[in-house]
């Protein structure tokens, strides 16, 4: 069993759109949950980070955390083109210090 | 500026070299670590060391040797044994308190011939 799953994609939306990825992890005791965009052939780069339930805002990004149902979510408003990435998901899991665990990382498309 | 610098960008090996990836990072980070991303897929763990002269295995260490004689310098040799080692390779570090935000070198790209 995969320990952060995202939805592969590719997740389609119109520029202006909101854009909603998800991601479920598996460990109960997950403390740090972070969002990193990842342009094709380059490094990923982070988006945000969020430890406490509820939501985080940060310009056009916002991330949500529910703890009780594991799962963390990053919306997008006012899409725009350059949005356009993988955007990985990770997880710092009981007990592994500083590893993170990613996940597969889904596709956004933002089209014109 | 602080970061992480990987080295070489671009690397082409024969079939049987062993080549290593240079990974330094100048942020005081304890933790390091080394992943792999072929076409299409997420970020594999291949080693990470969280302190000086001590390392770990991640997910795919298999064909894959590291070492940690400095705190600044994680470096990441493949070997022959590595069945299919045409991939991205990413350097990472953070620190293991705290905010533990991974930041990433540039990547190096290894393509076998």
């Known amino acids: 069993q995969k320990e952060v799953e995202q939805n592969s994609g590719p997740l389609s939306v119109p520029e202006g759109a909101i854009a909603s990825l998800n991601c479920t992890y598996s460990d109960r005791g997950s403390q740090s949950f972070f969002w990193y965009r990842q342009y094709s052939g380059k490094s990923p780069e982070l988006i945000m980070f969020i430890y406490s339930n509820g939501d985080k805002e940060d310009g056009r990004f916002t991330a949500q955390l529910n703890k009780a149902s594991q799962y963390v979510s990053l919306l997008i408003r006012d899409s725009q083109p350059s949005d356009s990435a993988t955007y990985l998901c990770?997880?710092?899991?009981?007990?592994?210090?500083?590893?993170?665990?990613f996940g597969t990382g889904t596709r956004l498309q933002v089209t014109l | 500026d602080g970061g992480i610098t990987q080295s070489p960008k671009y690397l082409f090996r024969k079939e049987g070299q062993n080549v290593t990836l240079s990974c330094e990072q100048n942020l005081n980070h304890d933790a390091m670590y080394w992943y792999r991303q072929d076409p299409g897929q997420g970020l594999r763990l291949i080693y990470y060391s969280q302190i000086v002269n001590d390392f770990q295995k991640g997910d795919i260490a298999e064909g894959y040797s590291v070492s940690r004689e400095k705190k600044e310098s994680f470096p990441l040799t493949v070997t022959s044994a590595q069945k299919n080692p045409t991939a991205f390779y990413l350097c990472?570090?953070?620190?293991?308190?705290?905010?533990?935000?991974?930041?990433f070198g540039e990547g190096s790209r290894l393509t076998v011939l």
């Open positions: 990472a570090s953070n620190q293991d308190r705290g905010h533990r935000e991974l930041f």
């Open positions: 990770a997880v710092v899991n009981t007990g592994t210090a500083s590893k993170l665990t």
